[in-house]
């Protein structure tokens, strides 16, 4: 393919996602392509996280179905996934005595030989992630020494490392304040646009996602709009987000008002 | 890069350090045997004292592997599930590993009298002691293997291990009430652990069944790495999560089960030993501390064992007390030099 050209990379169709059959979100259709940011958006517990990780394979979707660069979902197994999807999620990761280096470079995995041994090409692979990021000056630090924003970072740069056409983050702005939260923003819509990787992840930051993204998912229970966010913002399709006894969607200026 | 060199130097100084504790080990003991003469019996085979040769042969240096072997394996064992369980207090006893192995030696040594169908059985000798820790060992792993695959989350297999934990310990307990004195007690001594009653040939299956232990810990490599990340990262990374769970707790059973089967429970080696070696290479790289676990829980037992020989002295300390004494500090001394124990 050629690198200007876009071309599908995730394309669901009516998903149900959920736990043990009891389904949070149905009706999800999308198609992303490559080079895009899209933000998920929607109230808590509509299912955004379930979703991300339905997409990554780490549990099941309950009905429809996803296919990942025209192969079905179901037909990728955990290595073949590996080289297709890398994943940033919430929550702190399981070790913090790992080095920021000892962290990206396990992004190679899926590359590597039996054992895990780097070659040059994994080195420079890695290499390239820490420029991205700016992460020079702390690859020889431990995670527990990294600040939320910079821990944040390097996980990025892990899956940026991981050399996918597709990274999947969930809530990658939370414990962040506004300006970290808006440069790891703007980093992944750099990011998109450089390599053309397609980037999807959740934010209850509506206001700002609208701002940046090159599309948006509105999970529903019900129906799921997706599109531009300007498109979105005509169709009046934020005013059913939230239940709107409390807020409300100000359609010209595209933020949220309080219900007094 | 530049850690290469570091490590290496690091692998080379430990493995002086091994050789240095197996001979010490073996020069020093209940019966003094000049340091000369030891190295002489060692490797000319020269016999200066009859006794003396036969103290070496067929018993110290049977008693040095088994040190190193069990001082290995549980060191080994410990790093694996610390990593699989992502909880830097994990180690051999919390799976409920060296509690079946407890229950089947106690089965063995004071169910017979409780149930009088069983009082033919000999029980006396140390290997039908051993199949039977093992096996206690083994069906304590089985059920908690059945359960495993019911339950995601390793966290709540950490606890049912510590429960079946619990409930052999329980069942020992009743026995122990049941049970006439002298069998309480011989239970009592093999719960102190000891090295030095394996002859060559259980050596050489104990040394056999932790080689399967290792060569398992070595293909896990790769996915024990990419654990130290969290389970959905590791899958996320193309590590098939339920076989390489598998082939972990299996190396952990055989690794743990074997040695607490051989030598009875040998407690904190395998909780002090992998902390000890991530402080000490200052790296989470199991390439690395796979091999180095290995070497320091060897030396640490080692320098046990030395010190529970009382040298020049008649009396010999149980192995499991004197681990105690010395990893517990361990294990304090990293909590407050870190404040948490990271792994």
Redesign the interface.
């Known amino acids: 393919m050629s690198s200007d050209t876009q071309h599908i990379t995730i394309s669901a169709k009516d998903l149900s996602i959920g736990y043990k059959n009891v389904s949070v979100a149905n009706a999800i259709n999308f198609d992303s392509l490559s080079g895009e940011l899209i933000g998920i958006v929607g109230i808590n517990g509509i299912g955004k996280s379930t979703l991300l ?1 339905t997409l ?3 549990q099941p979707s309950l009905s429809g179905s996803i296919s990942i660069e025209g192969k079905s979902l179901d037909t990728l ?3 073949a ?3 297709k ?3 940033v ?1 919430t ?1 702190s ?7 920021v280096q ?2 990206i470079a ?2 190679r ?2 590359y ?1 030989n ?3 041994t780097l070659t040059e090409q994994d080195k420079s692979k890695i290499t390239e992630a820490i420029q991205m990021l700016q992460l020079e000056d702390l690859v020889h630090k431990k995670c ?1 020494e990294l600040s939320d924003g910079q821990l944040q970072r390097v996980m990025i740069a892990r899956a940026l490392a ?1 050399d996918t056409s597709i990274i999947l983050l969930d809530e990658p702005t939370t414990h962040l304040d506004l300006y970290h939260k808006v440069q790891i923003l703007k980093l992944l819509k750099s990011i998109t646009q450089e390599t053309k990787k397609t980037i999807l992840f959740t934010s209850h930051e509506i206001e700002i996602v609208i701002q940046l993204c090159d599309k948006m998912l509105l999970l529903k229970e019900t129906d799921s709009p997706f599109g531009k966010p300007s498109e979105l913002i005509k169709e009046g399709a934020f005013n059913t987000l939230f239940p709107t006894d409390t807020v409300s969607f100000d359609a010209n200026t595209g933020t949220f008002r309080i219900q007094k | 890069m530049e850690n290469t060199a570091k490590y290496r130097i690091s692998f080379v100084l430990l493995l002086i350090a091994l050789v240095i504790c197996f001979a010490l080990n073996i020069s020093l003991g209940s019966v003094s045997i000049p340091f000369k003469s030891t190295l002489n019996a060692l490797f000319s085979g020269s016999i200066e004292n009859e006794s003396w040769h036969y103290i070496i042969w067929d018993y110290r240096i049977p008693k040095a592997f088994t040190a190193i072997l069990s001082g290995g394996a549980l060191a080994l064992s410990g790093l694996l599930m610390q990593t699989l369980f992502r909880n830097p207090l994990a180690g051999p006893f919390v799976l409920g590993i060296s509690s079946g192995a407890s229950l089947g030696a106690a089965l063995l040594i004071m169910g017979a009298s409780i149930f009088s169908g069983f009082a033919t059985f000999e029980i006396a000798n140390s290997i039908s002691l051993a199949i039977g820790a093992s096996l206690g060992s083994f069906l304590v792993l089985l059920a908690v293997l059945s359960v495993a695959s019911r339950v995601k989350d390793t966290m709540a297999l950490l606890i049912i291990g510590l429960m079946f934990g619990s409930i052999t310990a329980a069942i020992v307990s009743v026995l122990s009430y049941f049970t006439t004195s002298e069998e309480l007690q011989r239970y009592v001594y093999w719960s102190f652990g000891s090295l030095g009653d394996l002859s060559w040939s259980q050596l050489s299956l104990l040394g056999g069944i932790i080689l399967i232990g290792i060569i398992l810990s070595i293909a896990s490599i790769k996915s024990l790495n990419a654990l130290l990340l969290g389970e959905s990262y590791a899958q996320s990374l193309g590590v098939q999560l339920k076989k390489s769970r598998y082939i972990i707790i299996i190396a952990t059973a055989l690794l743990a089960g074997s040695v607490t089967a051989f030598a009875g429970p040998i407690a904190f080696v395998g909780l002090a030993v992998p902390h000890l070696t991530r402080q000490i290479f200052n790296t989470t790289d199991h390439k690395i501390l796979v091999p180095a676990v290995l070497l320091y829980g060897a030396i640490l037992m080692l320098l046990c064992d030395i010190v529970a020989q009382l040298p020049s002295s008649a009396n010999v300390l149980p192995i499991n007390a004197i681990t105690s004494i010395i990893g517990a500090p361990v294990v304090i001394w990293l909590l407050t030099r870190k404040r948490r124990m990271l792994f």
Do not use: C, F, N
């Open positions: 990780r990554a394979k780490i197994d955990a290595s996934l590996a080289s999807i890398s994943v999620l929550g990761i399981a070790s913090k005595y790992l080095t000892e962290l396990l992004g995995q899926p590597t039996w054992i895990g527990y991981q």
